[in-house]
C-alpha cells in the first residue's frame, strides 16, 4: 500500500462531520486493504470552530474511533481559516463541504495553491465555473473530482450489473425523484437551502440524486455509448419568500436507447412515498430502487404478471448495504486508488459526467424564474 492519504477538511458542517469521520473508519470493515486516510487539517472560519470539530472528531464513537486509535489524527491542526489549509504542508487533498455558490471559490483556491480536491455536489453553480476548476486542474496536474459519493456504494456496482446484464430486456422507461420535506418556512432566512446566495432551493441540493441514477442506468448503460441526453422539457416551483426552487421537473430523452425517457422530480415542501427513489420499466420487469436516493440499500425486481408479460415470475428482493462506515468513505477511497495511480480525475466520476448533469442544472435554472435563474458565478474571479 502507498503512503496514507493526507486529508484537509474545509469546513466543519453536517456533511463535513459525516465525511471526516468515515476517514476515520477501519477500511477493512469494507474490505479496503489497499487505501490508507489521515486527517491532517480542519478549516473554518474560527478557530474555535475548528477545535470543536477536531475535539470532536478525537472522540468520535464507533465506527470513526478507529482512526482516533491507529494514528489517524495524529498532528492534526485547527485553521481557522480555509487559506491556511490550503498552504499547510503536510495536506495533500482537500475536502470542500461549504454552501454551494462557495465550492468554486474554494476549489479554485486549493488547486492555485497545489491540492488535490474532492468536492461536495453539486460542483459548481455553473458550467463557466466548472469548466474553469477542469481547466486548472488539467493545467496544475492536480486531481479533481465532485463528491457524488452515491456512484461509489455497493449497491450502484449490483444494479449496474443486473440492468447491464441484459437480464431484464431492454429499458423502456425510467423515473428518480428526491422529495423530503426540510421545513423552510420554520428555517431562517440564512439557512442554505433558503438563502438564493448560498445556492438554495432544491434544484441544487436534490437534483443531483435523480440525476446520478440516470447517470449510472442509463447514460453508462453498454447500449447507451455514452450518448448524452436531449432535455425535453424543464419546470420549478418557486418558494415566494426568498423566491428558490420548491420543487423542480425535468425530462430527459436518452437517443443512444432508442428514445427511454426520463423523468427527474426534487421537490422540499414534500415528503416522497418512502418506500422507493427510482423505478426503471424494463421489457421483462421493473427495477425499483429504495429510499432514500441518497444511499439506498435495497432494490426490488418486480415482474410483470399482473400484465401477464415478461419471462420474470418472482417478485425478488436485492439487500446491497453500505459496511462500517456512513457511506462516504467509498469516494474517499477513490481519491486515494486515483492518486496512486497518478490520475488527475475518477473514471467512475468522470468530469464530463459532472458537466452533463452540471448542463441540466443550468438549463433547469435559465428556463424557470428563480432568483437563481440569471445569478452569475464567480468564474475568473
Ligand atoms: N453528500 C451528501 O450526502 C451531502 C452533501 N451535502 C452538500 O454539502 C454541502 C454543505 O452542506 P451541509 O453540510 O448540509 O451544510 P451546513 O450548513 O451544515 O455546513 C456548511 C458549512 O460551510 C461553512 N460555511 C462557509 N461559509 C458559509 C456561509 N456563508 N454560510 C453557511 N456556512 C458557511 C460553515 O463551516 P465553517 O463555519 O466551519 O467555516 C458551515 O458549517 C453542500 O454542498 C451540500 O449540497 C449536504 C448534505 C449531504
Ligand atoms: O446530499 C444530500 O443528501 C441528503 C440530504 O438530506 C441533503 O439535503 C443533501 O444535501
Avoid at 495533500?92 to 492555485?112: C, E, Q
Avoid at 446566495?197 to 453508462?220: E, I, Q, R
Amino acid at each position: 500500500m502507498s503512503k496514507p492519504l493526507r486529508w484537509g477538511i474545509i469546513s466543519t458542517g453536517g456533511i463535513a462531520t459525516n465525511f471526516a469521520k468515515d476517514l476515520l473508519t477501519d477500511p477493512a470493515n469494507r474490505s479496503a486493504s489497499d487505501v490508507s486516510h489521515v486527517i491532517k487539517a480542519i478549516g473554518s472560519r474560527s478557530v474555535p470552530s475548528a477545535q470543536k470539530f477536531l475535539d470532536m472528531l478525537s472522540s468520535a464513537d464507533a465506527p470513526a474511533d478507529w482512526g482516533g486509535k491507529n494514528g489517524s489524527l495524529d498532528g492534526c491542526k485547527a485553521h481557522g481559516s480555509y487559506e491556511e489549509v490550503y498552504a499547510d504542508p503536510n495536506v495533500d487533498v482537500v475536502y470542500i463541504g461549504t454552501p454551494h455558490t462557495l465550492h468554486h471559490r474554494n476549489t479554485k483556491d486549493a488547486l492555485l495553491a497545489g491540492k488535490h480536491v474532492l468536492c461536495e455536489k453539486p460542483f459548481t453553480l455553473n458550467m463557466e465555473e466548472l469548466d474553469e476548476l477542469i481547466a486548472i486542474a488539467k493545467e496544475k496536474k492536480l486531481f479533481l473530482m465532485e463528491a457524488v459519493w452515491t456512484r461509489f456504494h455497493p449497491i450502484m456496482y449490483a444494479i449496474q450489473d443486473v440492468l447491464f446484464s441484459g437480464k431484464l430486456g431492454k429499458i423502456k422507461r425510467f423515473q428518480a425523484d428526491f422529495s423530503m420535506n426540510f421545513n423552510a418556512d420554520k428555517q431562517p432566512d440564512s439557512h442554505r437551502m433558503v438563502d438564493p446566495a448560498l445556492g438554495g432551493g432544491s434544484l441544487l441540493d436534490m437534483g443531483p440524486y435523480p440525476s446520478v441514477w440516470a447517470m449510472m442506468t442509463l447514460f453508462n448503460h453498454p447500449s447507451n455509448n455514452k450518448t448524452p441526453p436531449n432535455v425535453l422539457f424543464t419546470h420549478q416551483t418557486i418558494y415566494k419568500r426568498s423566491n428558490v426552487d420548491l420543487n423542480s421537473r425535468w425530462l430527459l430523452e436518452f437517443p443512444g436507447l432508442g428514445g427511454v425517457q426520463a423523468l427527474l422530480t426534487t421537490d422540499m415542501a414534500t415528503l416522497g412515498c418512502g418506500e422507493m427513489t427510482a423505478l426503471i420499466d424494463c421489457e421483462e420487469a421493473s427495477l425499483a430502487i429504495a429510499w432514500g436516493p441518497f444511499k439506498p440499500e435495497k432494490f426490488w425486481i418486480i415482474p410483470h404478471i399482473a400484465r401477464k408479460s415478461g419471462s420474470i415470475t418472482e417478485k425478488t428482493e436485492h439487500s446491497h448495504p453500505v459496511v462500517g462506515n456512513s457511506g462516504m468513505a467509498y469516494e474517499a477511497d477513490e481519491v486515494f486508488r486515483c492518486l496512486a495511480k497518478g490520475k488527475l480525475e475518477s473514471e467512475r466520476m468522470p468530469w464530463d459526467e459532472s458537466k452533463i448533469v452540471q448542463g441540466w442544472f443550468d438549463q433547469v435554472r435559465k428556463e424557470g424564474t428563480s432568483a437563481l435563474k440569471d445569478m452569475k458565478g464567480t468564474e475568473g474571479q
